[in-house]
């Protein structure tokens, strides 16, 4: 066995069920791994339209058939399951270490089905699994989770993936995390393990992963690792500043979204900048398992301390909620960390809020906590903390900021798409990137089809980022290849110095296979597609593939970006048709035929 | 003409975060990059107003000029 373990681990906790499956390997093959291959489990297993939170629903910890090899950044493992706020399929990712602790269990996924009467958490160990009482765990934070379950293992080399309270009360932006900082962020995924009253799997490894074709692995591996070592993003950007480094490209650019999207630059954004964090807060780099670009900050300001924060969490926090406040930044993402939010949801929901506070929509007789006002530093922090609890006005914050708006009647203020909230970039000066933004599987996701490279940071190459022209070839393109590297198990950083043959040849020394990169491609078209299908099945419609009103309506109003909005009714049509999908935006039976899921 | 000059990450290391420089009619994005002592293969980004530029434009009175070099994230 190369590459893949061959083996998957199936849990039911409902009847304590534990079972070691063999992989079909042809199928795995099929969708790649990871996002792929659990996506794939997944629709075949549950029914789409059920309830997430519903114990029928399944949530697969899947890992990619690189996770784990000696290839670089390639600590990654997916977290796939229906999303409790979207409605959609939610395959979260995240780094760190427990996807390659995982692979050297002995296992390629691990699928959780049913409910556990009581808390509960798994504990494996080179190949062997076992379900263990959890209830003196239940509401505690995820760094003293993290470190007293390693402690009660015996051995310090153990990994722990968790919920925080976050997961335990249900709240629609529960992350899972693991590694203490390290999240599967998006779409409420920590939400469908607390709703099985799963607190946290544990594990540790010993086994030796081998590739098929060690002779021109090393080959491959040495060519791979140039490239790195000589590419100025990977080698000299990302490790100097980390993702941080972009808050003063975006907002020079004027795409930088302010108060909840109401403005798109933000004055004082040098104060909550990449250079800031380095100068004032940085303590030192984190590298994820394997990986030779270590962009993870480890921050510290007072006694709060931890790794973060990320680009988007800085944006979130900062220029949308109007604060310019760093040191209130970091502590509010360590809220997030400790009760296991997506920093992303977590932030935006709060601007959402405090539009709704501004406008007099939401009442200050209702907020038992600091004013929901733009700027405040005190209401970031404390707000993220009482949402990551459920205390009082907090619980409605955890339902997101779609469910919080449309209480009001004003759903139209929620910067979402799918009700995932959008991230840090403005669609109406990034085009292209709108486009990603409404037809992500998962909704309002930046990275699944990252057109910031291409548009604003000029790489693979520079394209006019308020022209229409391409932007559908580009937006499917890049959410194809995304889903590959997804799916490899690979860090999609690697992407900005490396390039689909890179990624095949990896795969097929480690693996021991001889495909060609359209092969990949056509792999991650398949992957894509299987998810759009599923989301159809959900009852998520193609009307859903779109943007907020203001973003489609209202001109920027400020800043170098001043007077665009974005033309998603003209890229859209463009889109479906490079998809092969009918004019409804339904996948056709010739495609699916073609990529082989009718 | 005075021109204002906006840098970011590596490039404040020994210069400056932001600054009026003046320049003479005619002067390029080139001129200004070699006055910093900037090669043009480190600038990744150079934007002109908050637009695209190439360091072959023309400067004008009163234009801000932000200088970075390459970059990435998510």
């Keep these: 066995m190369a590459g893949y373990?061959?083996?998957?681990?199936?849990?039911?906790?409902?009847?304590?069920?534990?079972?070691?499956?063999?992989?079909?390997?042809?199928?795995?093959?099929?969708?790649?791994?990871?996002?792929?291959?659990?996506?794939?489990?997944?629709?075949?297993?549950?029914?789409?339209?059920?309830?997430?939170?519903?114990?029928?629903?399944?949530?697969?910890?899947?890992?990619?058939?690189?996770?784990?090899?000696?290839?670089?950044?390639?600590?990654?493992?997916?977290?796939?399951?229906?999303?409790?706020?979207?409605?959609?399929?939610?395959?979260?990712?995240?780094?760190?270490?427990?996807?390659?602790?995982?692979?050297r269990a002995g296992f390629d996924l691990i699928v959780v089905e049913g409910k556990s009467e009581k808390p509960c958490y798994i504990f494996i160990k080179d190949g062997a699994a076992e379900i263990k009482d959890a209830e003196k765990y239940w509401g505690k934070l995820v760094s003293d989770i993290t470190e007293e379950l390693?402690?009660?293992?015996?051995?310090?080399?153990?990994?722990?993936?968790?919920?925080?309270?976050?997961?335990?009360?249900?709240?629609?932006?529960?992350?899972?995390?693991?590694?203490?900082?390290?999240?599967?962020?998006?779409?409420?995924?920590?939400?469908?393990m607390g709703s099985k009253?799963?607190?946290?799997?544990?594990?540790?490894?010993?086994?030796?992963?081998?590739?098929?074709?060690?002779?021109?692995?090393?080959?491959?591996?040495?060519?791979?690792?140039?490239?790195?070592?000589?590419?100025?993003?990977?080698?000299?950007?990302?490790?100097?500043?980390?993702?941080?480094?972009?808050?003063?490209?975006?907002?020079?650019?004027?795409?930088?979204?302010?108060?909840?999207?109401?403005?798109?630059?933000f004055g004082t954004a040098d104060k909550v900048s990449g250079e800031a964090l380095a100068e004032k807060y940085l303590v030192k780099n984190m590298a994820c398992y394997g990986?030779?670009?270590?962009?993870?900050?480890?921050?510290k300001v007072g006694d709060v301390e931890g790794e973060g924060p990320e680009y988007e969490t800085l944006w979130a926090y900062s220029a949308n909620c109007g604060v310019d406040d760093l040191a209130a930044v970091i502590k509010a993402n360590k809220w997030c960390n400790e009760y296991g939010l997506d920093t992303i949801s977590a932030g935006a929901t709060i601007a959402c809020a405090m539009e709704?506070?501004?406008?007099?929509?939401?009442?200050?007789?209702?907020?038992?906590?600091?004013?929901?006002?733009?700027?405040?530093?005190?209401?970031?922090?404390?707000?993220?903390?009482?949402?990551?609890?459920?205390?009082?006005?907090?619980?409605?914050?955890?339902?997101?900021?779609?469910?919080?708006?449309?209480?009001?009647?004003?759903?139209?203020?929620?910067?979402?798409?799918?009700?995932?909230?959008?991230?840090?970039?403005?669609?109406?000066?990034?085009?292209?990137?709108?486009?990603?933004?409404?037809?992500?599987?998962?909704?309002?996701?930046?990275?699944?089809?990252?057109?910031?490279?291409?548009?604003v940071l000029g790489l693979p190459e520079q394209l006019d980022r308020f022209s229409l022209e391409g932007k559908a070839l580009w937006v499917k393109t890049f959410q194809d290849l995304t889903a590959v590297i997804d799916s490899l198990g690979f860090c999609l950083f690697t992407s900005f110095a490396l390039g689909v043959e890179d990624y095949t040849d990896m795969f097929n020394a480690i693996v021991g296979e001889e495909w060609e990169p359209g092969r990949m491609l056509e792999a991650g078209e398949r992957i894509w597609n299987l998810e759009r299908m599923f989301n159809l099945k959900a009852g998520v419609r193609p009307e859903a593939d779109s943007?907020?009103?203001?973003?489609?309506?209202?001109?920027?109003?400020?800043?170098?970006?001043?007077?665009?909005?974005?033309?998603?009714?003209?890229?859209?049509?463009?889109?479906?048709k490079e998809r092969g999908w009918d004019e409804q935006g339904i996948p056709s039976g010739t495609r699916l035929s073609m990529l082989d899921i009718a | 003409m005075v021109v204002e000059v906006r840098l970011f990450a590596t490039f404040r290391k020994g210069r400056f975060k932001k600054r009026e420089m003046e320049f003479s009619e005619g002067s390029s994005l080139d001129d200004l990059l070699k006055r910093l002592k900037i090669s043009k293969k480190e600038a990744g980004l150079l934007l002109l107003n908050g637009q695209y530029a190439s360091w072959k434009d023309k400067l004008a009175a009163h234009d801000v000029v932000s200088i970075f070099p390459s970059l990435g994230g998510g």
């Design chain 1, 150 to 192: 390693v402690e009660e293992s015996g051995d310090p080399k153990t990994r722990v993936l968790c919920i925080g309270p976050a997961g335990e009360k249900l709240s629609m932006l529960a992350a899972v995390m693991n590694d203490t900082y390290r999240a599967a962020g998006r779409s409420g995924v920590g939400a469908v």
């Design chain 1, 356 to 455: 709704l506070y501004e406008k007099g929509i939401i009442k200050p007789d209702e907020v038992d906590g600091p004013p929901l006002e733009f700027g405040s530093s005190e209401a970031i922090v404390e707000w993220s903390r009482k949402m990551g609890a459920a205390e009082g006005f907090g619980a409605k914050l955890a339902l997101g900021s779609y469910r919080l708006a449309e209480e009001y009647g004003m759903a139209e203020l929620s910067m979402s798409v799918k009700k995932l909230e959008l991230p840090a970039y403005d669609p109406r000066g990034v085009q292209g990137h709108g486009l990603q933004y409404a037809t992500s599987n998962r909704g309002g996701c930046h990275v699944r089809g990252y057109m910031i490279s291409p548009e």
């Design chain 1, 291 to 299: 990986c030779p670009i270590a962009c993870g900050r480890y921050s």
């Design chain 1, 547 to 576: 943007l907020p009103k203001r973003l489609l309506e209202e001109p920027i109003s400020d800043g170098p970006s001043k007077g665009h909005v974005h033309h998603l009714a003209e890229l859209l049509p463009q889109y479906y």
């Design chain 1, 5 to 103: 373990c061959g083996k998957l681990l199936r849990i039911n906790l409902s009847s304590g069920e534990i079972k070691d499956e063999k992989l079909d390997l042809a199928m795995a093959k099929k969708f790649i791994g990871g996002r792929g291959l659990a996506t794939y489990l997944l629709s075949g297993e549950i029914d789409p339209g059920i309830d997430p939170l519903d114990s029928a629903n399944k949530i697969i910890f899947a890992t990619g058939p690189l996770t784990g090899s000696r290839a670089p950044a390639t600590g990654r493992h997916m977290v796939v399951t229906k999303s409790p706020l979207s409605g959609t399929v939610a395959s979260s990712n995240s780094g760190g270490f427990w996807g390659a602790e995982l692979k």
């Design chain 1, 197 to 265: 009253n799963l607190k946290a799997i544990v594990v540790r490894g010993t086994g030796r992963l081998v590739p098929a074709e060690p002779e021109q692995c090393k080959q491959v591996l040495e060519k791979v690792r140039k490239k790195i070592k000589e590419n100025d993003v990977t080698a000299k950007g990302l490790p100097t500043y980390g993702t941080s480094v972009l808050v003063n490209v975006i907002n020079e650019l004027g795409i930088y979204p302010t108060n909840n999207f109401q403005k798109s630059h």
